[in-house]
C-alpha cells in the first residue's frame, strides 16, 4: 500500500501540481487586487470628502466580492464543479437578504445621508412627530437628543419621511 503511493507520486505531482500552482497563482493575484482596490477606494473617499463609514463599508464590500471571486475561480482552476457553489451562493444571499431586508435598508438610507448630507450634526429635525437636535449619524441610525432624551431613528425612517429641519416657532 505504502509503496503504491509512493510509486503514483510522482504522477500526482506531475498531473496536480500546476493546477495547484496556477490556483495559488490566481488567489494571490485576486488578494492583491482586492487590497490595490480597498486603497483605492480609500484614497477616493478622501478625496471626495466622504465619510469614514461609507469609505469603509464600500471598501469591505469590494474586498469581500474580490475574494469570493478569487476563491471560486482558483476552485476552477483546480477542477472542482463550481457552477453548484455559486448557485448556493447565489440562494443564500437571497435568502439572508430577505432575512436582514430591513437592516440592509437602514445601511442604505445610512450611506445615501451620509453622502448627501441633507442635514448635519447640531440640525434640529423633526420626522414622524418626533424632533431633536442631531448627536450622531452613522450607518444604520441618526441620533437626537430632545429634553434630555436620546432618540435613535432608523435611517430608513428619516429617508423615507418628510424631514423638518430647523426649530419650530413659536407660533406653531
Do not use: C
Not at 498531473?15 to 484614497?43: D, E, H, N, Y
Not at 437592516?103 to 448627501?116: P, R
Not at 449619524?137 to 423615507?160: E, K, M, V
Amino acid at each position: 500500500m505504502k509503496e503504491d503511493i509512493l510509486e503514483q507520486f510522482p504522477i500526482l505531482v506531475h498531473v496536480w501540481g500546476p493546477k495547484l500552482l496556477m490556483a495559488l497563482l490566481l488567489l494571490a493575484i485576486f488578494w492583491f487586487a482586492s487590497r490595490m482596490v480597498r486603497q483605492a477606494i480609500f484614497a477616493a473617499g478622501t478625496k471626495a470628502d466622504l465619510e469614514y463609514p461609507v469609505v469603509r463599508l464600500m471598501a469591505m464590500a469590494a474586498r469581500v466580492t474580490l475574494l469570493v471571486a478569487g476563491i471560486v475561480t482558483a476552485l476552477g482552476t483546480v477542477g472542482v464543479d463550481v457552477s453548484a457553489l455559486v448557485a448556493g451562493l447565489g440562494l443564500t444571499g437571497f435568502a439572508l437578504g430577505f432575512a436582514i431586508k430591513d437592516t440592509i435598508s437602514n445601511i442604505l438610507a445610512g450611506v445615501l445621508l451620509l453622502v448627501y448630507r441633507p442635514f448635519s450634526k447640531t440640525d434640529y429635525v423633526a420626522v414622524k412627530g418626533m424632533e431633536g437636535e442631531v448627536t450622531a449619524i452613522d450607518l444604520r441610525y441618526t441620533t437626537l437628543q430632545h429634553g434630555g432624551q436620546t432618540i435613535l431613528l432608523p435611517n430608513s425612517l428619516l429617508f423615507t419621511n418628510p424631514i423638518t429641519i430647523g426649530k419650530p416657532t413659536d407660533d406653531e
